[in-house]
């Protein structure tokens, strides 16, 4: 089948790659001029290299990344409240890059059917045909499209004009530092406090990959004004170890975006177009599963695609995928909202309920994550 994936993002290159691999002749479309990413690190759950097992990708992500067996939920007093066993079943969960996730995935699609500097600027369909218009002038006719153009989807706004993200309510900050923390091995930290969250992540070698939440106004100018300094006072309260990786952070090379979502869409598919990523169901990072589940979707369009007939791949793509990535929406919506928090009060309440749920009652929480259908 000839196939265009419109961007080279996580999902995009994951997409093409297994397209590819599975023998379609797919083009990808992107509109940066480079494939260089700009990133902090990534967890990839178990749930994901279960999904992405049969094929040679999954060898080369586990094989890169750094395992993490449990995320501990402290308070900014660095007072025990929980922790999150990850599921260790068949695969293990691993933090990576995201430059070196791009890096392998890029090597799944052959260098010369990546297109650069071609924004989509739109499509038209007939039955059983999609041809694409791009600003550059280029216009070029698919049997399937695959939209992986993110968050902010064009192609998602041409068949809901009125699905538009929905700003969460807090800024998060982002890092990665090279820096011998006194913590176990292979676990996460999770500082929850009255002014934000801050949490710890190892990655390989040594590196540890950041990240911090504070409630604020949608692109609110006090926190884009914010760098280094500003965020080691902001959290000069916080255990010891926020303050050690805080100042083991270059001045330069921090990240900066608020978080948004989008509300659940009923269908990712228009004919012969196929919504994918973040542009079918941006979430929250509060769980970890964005990228994971934009690589979720590509394995069960490539599965279903090389399958059955196309018609019946679409739709059975759509009642899969609709239905598992809304719970992780919606989820990811609900643990934002309990950990975001500023009132002493509920602080308190959360604070006891998380310190008296054992452990297992917590992780049972996201064992749905591992029971995804990818046929
Ligand atoms: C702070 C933060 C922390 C996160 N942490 C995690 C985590 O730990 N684990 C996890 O799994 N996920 C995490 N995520 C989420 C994850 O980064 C995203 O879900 C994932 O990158 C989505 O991939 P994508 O391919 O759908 O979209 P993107 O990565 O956004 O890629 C879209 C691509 O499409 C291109 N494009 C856009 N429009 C067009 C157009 N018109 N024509 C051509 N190209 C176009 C863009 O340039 C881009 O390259 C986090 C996100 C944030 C913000």
Same mark, same amino acid.
């Given at each position: 089948?000839?196939?265009?994936?419109?961007?080279?993002?996580?999902?995009?290159?994951?997409?093409?790659?297994?397209?590819?691999?599975?023998?379609?002749?797919?083009?990808?479309?992107?509109?940066?001029?480079?494939? *260089?990413? $700009?990133? /902090?690190?990534? @967890? %990839?759950? &178990?749930? #994901?290299?279960?999904?992405?097992?049969?094929?040679?990708?999954?060898?080369?992500?586990?094989?890169?990344?750094?395992?993490?067996?449990?995320?501990?939920?402290?308070?900014?007093?660095?007072?025990?409240?929980?922790?999150?066993?990850?599921?260790?079943?068949?695969?293990?969960?691993?933090?990576?890059?995201?430059?070196?996730?791009?890096?392998?995935?890029?090597?799944?699609?052959?260098?010369?059917?990546?297109?650069?500097?071609?924004?989509?600027?739109?499509?038209?369909?007939?039955?059983?045909?999609?041809?694409?218009?791009?600003?550059?002038?280029?216009?070029?006719?698919? *049997?399937? $499209?695959? /939209?992986?153009? @993110? %968050?902010? &989807?064009? #192609?998602?706004?041409?068949?809901?004009?009125?699905?538009?993200?929905?700003?969460?309510?807090?800024?998060?900050?982002?890092?990665?530092?090279?820096?011998?923390?006194?913590?176990?091995?292979?676990?996460?930290?999770?500082?929850?406090?009255?002014?934000?969250?801050?949490?710890?992540?190892?990655?390989?070698?040594?590196?540890?990959?950041?990240?911090?939440?504070?409630?604020?106004?949608?692109?609110?100018?006090?926190?884009?004004?914010?760098?280094?300094?500003?965020?080691?006072?902001?959290?000069?309260?916080?255990?010891?170890?926020?303050?050690?990786?805080?100042?083991?952070?270059?001045?330069?090379?921090?990240?900066?975006?608020?978080?948004?979502?989008?509300?659940?869409?009923?269908?990712?598919?228009?004919?012969?177009?196929?919504?994918?990523?973040?542009?079918?169901?941006?979430?929250?990072?509060?769980?970890?599963?964005?990228?994971?589940?934009?690589?979720?979707?590509?394995?069960?369009?490539?599965?279903?695609?090389?399958?059955?007939?196309?018609?019946?791949?679409?739709?059975?793509?759509?009642?899969?995928?609709?239905?598992?990535?809304?719970?992780?929406?919606?989820?990811?919506?609900?643990?934002?909202?309990?950990?975001?928090?500023?009132?002493?009060?509920?602080?308190?309440?959360?604070?006891?309920?998380?310190?008296?749920?054992?452990?297992?009652?917590?992780?049972?929480?996201?064992?749905?994550?591992?029971?995804?259908?990818?046929?």
């Amino acid at each position: 089948m000839k196939i265009a994936v419109i961007g080279a993002g996580i999902g995009g290159l994951t997409a093409a790659g297994l397209l590819c691999q599975t023998g379609h002749d797919v083009s990808v479309y992107e509109k940066r001029n480079s494939l *260089d990413q $700009v990133g /902090a690190g990534l @967890g %990839i759950g &178990s749930n #994901v290299l279960k999904a992405l097992k049969q094929y040679k990708m999954a060898y080369a992500i586990e094989q890169e990344g750094a395992s993490l067996r449990k995320i501990e939920i402290r308070s900014d007093l660095d007072v025990f409240l929980n922790s999150l066993i990850m599921n260790q079943d068949e695969h293990e969960n691993i933090t990576i890059h995201r430059n070196v996730l791009h890096e392998i995935l890029k090597t799944y699609v052959p260098s010369d059917r990546i297109y650069l500097n071609h924004e989509l600027k739109e499509f038209k369909q007939t039955a059983d045909t999609v041809r694409l218009y791009f600003e550059n002038g280029v216009e070029e006719k698919f *049997d399937l $499209v695959v /939209a992986a153009d @993110g %968050i902010h &989807s064009k #192609v998602r706004t041409n068949i809901y004009p009125k699905a538009i993200p929905k700003y969460a309510g807090y800024t998060c900050f982002r890092g990665v530092v090279n820096e011998n923390l006194d913590i176990e091995q292979e676990v996460a930290l999770e500082y929850w406090g009255h002014k934000g969250r801050f949490g710890i992540v190892p990655l390989k070698d040594n590196e540890l990959y950041w990240f911090c939440t504070m409630n604020a106004k949608e692109n609110d100018l006090k926190f884009k004004s914010f760098e280094k300094p500003h965020l080691q006072a902001y959290f000069n309260q916080f255990p010891n170890e926020v303050r050690k990786v805080l100042d083991a952070q270059e001045e330069l090379g921090i990240l900066q975006h608020d978080m948004y979502d989008l509300a659940p869409l009923k269908s990712f598919i228009s004919g012969r177009v196929v919504l994918i990523g973040d542009a079918a169901h941006a979430t929250t990072p509060n769980m970890g599963q964005g990228a994971g589940q934009s690589i979720e979707d590509a394995v069960t369009l490539t599965n279903l695609i090389n399958d059955r007939d196309i018609e019946s791949a679409l739709k059975r793509y759509d009642k899969l995928r609709t239905k598992h990535t809304k719970k992780v929406i919606l989820k990811s919506r609900k643990i934002g909202k309990s950990a975001q928090t500023s009132s002493t009060l509920k602080i308190k309440i959360r604070n006891n309920m998380l310190k008296r749920l054992s452990s297992k009652s917590l992780s049972k929480k996201v064992k749905f994550l591992q029971k995804a259908k990818l046929e």
